[in-house]
């Protein structure tokens, strides 16, 4: 999938079980893999970083059994790796690539670890800087300090101090401490700078206890594997839910209204990113929790606040603030990440150049953002969010959809981590409404539809009118209408802007011109144009804006807005619609006669229902709505009396 649109939201609610937490999964899988006896392994996330994990181990001849239902057993083989040779490649899975260094290095084999080129960006020399002074053979196969790496058989000296860097990633400590307890020698620690991201240290000393490892730790600056260290398997374990995959939905309750529960993370969880429920709570949001739970509902009053934090102890999580930060009151800022810079792209870069397509004010610096929010959330703008092919990037974007329609690129991104977010994501919120008006030519769709918005107060999109404008300035551009590659390039750079009673092209005022015989011959074979019809696809999604539109066309229901509420079939015979349309024209001065109304007609229902692309067709879940025989007035009704159904 190239992209996805999300419509614009107007609540969230309900209840969400979690994927496994990434982090714990692959220490789990690499832990008993080690381990000595089987372990059970269940909950495990299923998901692009786990199965590079899963991979790796296989090729080492570790034996791994799927048991189903996110169950797997693993065989452990109680230290020593049979397989001495292997090719791994990890992707951009930075948690597998780090600790399958480690362990790989002090495991007397020869092996290869590359990754996706953003993978090769990313720095590992702090942890081959550690590895080497415990004797490991470590060769940069490109640049120095950056994977695609080579291992090779060495004799390892263990024992005594190591010291490594703690300030740019905390993944280096965590393949550093996994890897010791391989050499049976107690080793320890010293880590150099600030140690960033604690609490994913504290996963991994979580985890590796389960395994029967104590480590001892002195502050976060020294940490001593001790002695005769064996990892053990300690027969079932259970993966905890992911708690940064939580962040998106406990945003959304925040936002949203909610209340929005996740089930799989709560007061007992082992990782740091739970933490991100009080900044969310420091914003004004309503939180609670419960041991495996946690659910977050918007402010009693009011909206949320701006506020400044200090991310260290949530890095990940934190990204998710960038995003609800476009909802608050005041600007917010985070501090401390300078980590970002140094993950699956450059997330302070990529946050900034997204968050500004919004029409947002950002400041950024080293380790640091600024997020200045809109006076109202209304102003946000609908924009084309791109992934960076970071899950994260584009798991945070969807939250803007509170504000305004959004493209997201390239969305399977969340695959990293979260397969079917963006399903779990929809089923938790409510989209703004549509009413899907299509019929024919000359039907009264368009009259209708406007006095149905009208009455509602909401939104009208004239869809007839984008391709009628993309034939008129084809048309002034001199481009034929059949050209399609320059039809559609007019249509993707069509200057519009819709007022009240108002259409201007370019600033000209154009609503009468588009309305000429001429034109509507012309919107009619433009609007035949596979390309065209594409380029046009989010021009009309971003109308869809609160409190509700009404659309009107050929494809509002079947193509535009598959999901509307309530979908209408508007037609009336091709004779009535003549007369309509013959006393429409006379009414403006224009000199016309029934007869060569009604063949035009007629060829433009055949060209319209006949084209390959989006025929004009009745929805199988439309109503019909015949108006040979009914008024204006009575047609209105009678959309509004389903409109009302709908919403109920
Ligand atoms: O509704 P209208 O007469 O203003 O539409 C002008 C032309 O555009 C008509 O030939 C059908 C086409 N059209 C379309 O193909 N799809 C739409 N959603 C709207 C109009």
């Known amino acids: 999938m190239e992209f996805l649109d999300l419509p614009s939201l107007m609540a969230a609610q309900g209840t969400v079980r979690l994927p496994g937490s990434k982090s714990i999964s692959n220490r789990v899988l690499l832990l008993a893999a080690l381990a000595e006896g089987e372990t059970?392994?269940?909950?495990?996330?299923?998901?692009?970083?786990?199965?590079?994990?899963?991979?790796?181990?296989?090729?080492?001849?570790?034996?791994?059994?799927?048991?189903?239902?996110?169950?797997?057993?693993?065989?452990?083989?109680?230290?020593?790796?049979?397989?001495?040779?292997?090719?791994?490649?990890?992707?951009?899975?930075g948690t597998a690539f780090r600790s399958l260094t480690g362990v790989l290095a002090l495991a007397g084999g020869h092996y290869h670890l590359s990754g996706v080129p953003?993978?090769?960006?990313?720095?590992?020399?702090?942890?081959?800087?550690?590895?080497r002074q415990v004797?490991?053979?470590?060769?940069?196969?490109?640049?120095?300090?950056?994977?695609?790496?080579?291992?090779?058989?060495?004799?390892?000296?263990?024992?005594?101090?190591?010291?490594?860097?703690?300030?740019?990633?905390?993944?280096?400590?965590?393949?550093?401490?996994?890897?010791?307890?391989?050499?049976?020698?107690?080793?320890?620690?010293?880590?150099?700078?600030?140690?960033?991201?604690?609490?994913?240290?504290?996963?991994?000393?979580?985890?590796?206890?389960?395994?029967?490892v104590q480590v001892a730790r002195d502050g976060w600056q020294r940490f001593t594997v001790p002695a005769a260290s064996v990892y053990r398997s300690p027969g079932i374990i259970h993966v905890e839910g992911d708690a940064s995959s939580a962040s998106y939905f406990l945003a959304?309750?925040?936002?949203?209204?909610?209340?929005?529960?996740?089930?799989?993370?709560?007061?007992?969880?082992?990782?740091g990113d739970v933490r991100f429920a009080e900044a969310l709570q420091q914003m004004g949001a309503r939180i609670e929790m419960g041991a495996n739970w946690i659910e977050a509902r918007s402010p009693a009053a009011g909206r949320l606040r701006g506020i400044d934090l200090d991310c260290n102890h949530i890095p990940d999580a934190a990204m998710t603030l960038a995003t609800v930060a476009l909802f608050a009151e005041g600007p917010t800022t985070l501090t401390n990440i300078a980590s970002w810079r140094v993950k699956e792209t450059d997330r302070i870069a990529a946050m900034a150049t997204e968050l500004r397509k919004l029409g947002v004010r950002v400041e950024e610096g080293l380790d640091f953002i600024r997020v200045f929010p809109p006076v109202r959330t209304a102003d946000l703008k609908p924009a084309v969010i791109d992934t960076y092919d970071d899950h994260r990037i584009a798991m945070c974007f969807s939250l803007a959809a509170f504000g305004t329609p959004l493209r997201i690129n390239e969305p399977n991104c969340v695959a990293k981590t979260f397969p079917d977010y963006f399903e779990r994501f929809m089923a938790v919120t409510t989209p703004v409404p549509v009413i899907a008006i299509d019929g024919p030519s000359a039907s009264g769709k368009g009259t209708v539809a406007a006095r149905v918005a009208a009455a509602l107060g909401w939104h009208y999109l004239d869809s007839g009118a984008l391709y009628r404008l993309t034939a008129l300035a084809a048309q002034r551009a001199g481009v034929a209408w059949g050209d399609e590659a320059a039809v559609a390039a007019i249509a993707a750079g069509l200057d519009v802007v819709f007022g009240e009673d108002s259409i201007r092209l370019a600033g000209e005022e154009v609503?009468?011109?588009?309305?000429?015989?001429?034109?509507?011959?012309?919107?009619?074979?433009?609007?035949?144009?596979?390309?065209?019809?594409?380029?046009?696809?989010?021009?009309?999604?971003?109308?869809r804006r609160a409190p509700g539109l009404v659309g009107d066309g050929r494809d509002m229901a079947s193509v535009i807005f598959p999901d509307a509420r309530t979908k209408v079939f508007l037609t009336a015979s091709v004779e009535v619609r003549a007369e309509r349309r013959y006393k429409q024209l006379i009414e403006k001065g224009i000199a016309a006669s029934i007869q060569p109304l009604l063949l035009d007609l007629r060829a433009r229902d055949e060209r319209d229902s006949q084209r390959s692309v989006a025929p004009l067709q009745q929805s199988a879940d439309a109503e019909l709505l015949d108006t040979t025989d009914l008024s204006i007035a009575a047609a209105v009704a009678q959309v509004l009396a389903w409109a009302n159904k709908a919403l109920q």
């Open 511 to 543: 609503g009468e011109a588009i309305r000429s015989e001429d034109i509507s011959f012309g919107a009619s074979q433009v609007a035949a144009l596979p390309a065209v019809r594409e380029v046009l696809l989010f021009r009309q999604r971003v109308f």
């Open 118 to 131: 953003r993978m090769h960006e990313r720095p590992i020399g702090d942890l081959v800087d550690a590895l």
């Open 252 to 271: 959304l309750g925040a936002i949203g209204g909610g209340p929005l529960r996740v089930e799989g993370v709560g007061r007992d969880s082992i990782q």
């Open 135 to 212: 004797g490991a053979d470590i060769v940069y196969r490109e640049n120095d300090g950056y994977p695609p790496l080579e291992i090779r058989p060495a004799t390892i000296r263990p024992g005594g101090v190591v010291r490594v860097r703690g300030d740019v990633s905390s993944q280096f400590l965590t393949g550093l401490l996994m890897a010791l307890p391989l050499t049976g020698v107690e080793t320890t620690v010293e880590v150099v700078g600030e140690l960033i991201s604690k609490p994913y240290i504290e996963i991994t000393l979580a985890v590796m206890a389960r395994f029967g």
């Open 40 to 93: 059970e392994v269940r909950d495990l996330l299923e998901s692009d970083d786990t199965a590079r994990m899963l991979d790796a181990l296989k090729v080492l001849g570790v034996g791994v059994e799927a048991l189903g239902g996110n169950a797997y057993r693993v065989r452990g083989v109680g230290g020593a790796f049979p397989v001495k040779t292997g090719d791994f490649f990890l992707g951009n899975a």
